[in-house]
């Protein structure tokens, strides 16, 4: 158990759709990062958060938006859902923003589109 | 730019040594980490070694890493039938301000009884 949990675990809905993922990280840590894991893409890094504010972005849709709060939760949000937004999502941990420390993982969170 | 790259499949008989392979391109890298991901599971952070390393031993798993070359390979002595997962190695950028990190394919250890 790394610590990271992610609700919910599975998710199915329907194209045109709006869904909320959520993440809370391991006691202490402060940087929150999602990844997206699909089967044609690989794991891809979609936004990072430090203690409040967004740190870094990549390959992140304008459809798709962040936020963490204030005790450090954060949610992903997805809306207009396509086909393609099927994937595994997986929230990370760290103590600080930079690379120089351990990412941990939740187990993610499997996003069914129909 | 930040590229990742790793054989995609191997399989290996149980009591063997297993050796996975990664290179990078970015030499800017200061992290390179293994992780492993069980069928249906999240990703367990195994090991990583910093940039300025030559090797780093865990009990069974040995990392090495060649900066001249970009690579970077994980070692797995005694492969169980447990150790079949599919390996991801990723490189973080310790002079940036980002955390973020960019994972190869993935490699899938088959490991037959």
């Known amino acids: 158990d790394s610590g990271v949990t992610q609700t919910p675990k599975h998710l199915i809905t329907a194209t045109g759709q709006r869904v909320t993922l959520r993440c809370s990280p391991r006691s202490g840590d402060l940087s929150v990062y999602w990844y997206q894991q699909s089967l044609d893409q690989g794991l891809q890094f979609l936004i990072q958060y430090y203690n409040g504010e967004e740190r870094a972005k990549g390959n992140i849709l304008e459809r798709f938006s962040a936020q963490q709060f204030p005790d450090l939760h954060s949610e992903l949000n997805l809306s207009s859902l396509e086909l393609g937004d099927s994937a595994l999502y997986f929230c990370?941990?760290?103590?600080?923003?930079?690379?120089?420390?351990?990412?941990?993982f939740g187990p993610g969170t499997r996003l069914t589109v129909l | 730019g930040e590229d990742v790259e790793q054989s995609l499949f191997l399989s290996v008989r149980e009591g063997d040594s297993s050796v996975i392979n990664c290179t990078y391109t970015d030499s800017s890298s200061t992290y390179l980490y293994w992780y492993k991901q069980e069928p249906g599971a999240g990703l367990q952070l195994l090991t990583y070694?910093?940039?300025?390393?030559d090797m780093k031993q865990d009990q069974r798993l040995t990392v090495l890493l060649n900066k001249k070359d970009k690579h970077l390979s994980l070692r797995i002595a005694d492969t169980q039938t447990g150790d079949s997962a599919i390996y991801f190695c990723a490189e973080s950028f310790g002079s940036s301000n980002t955390g973020k990190l960019i994972f190869g394919q993935g490699t899938t250890l088959q490991v037959k009884p």
């Open positions: 070694i910093f940039s300025n390393m």
């Open positions: 990370a941990s760290s103590a600080r923003d930079r690379g120089d420390n351990e990412q941990f």
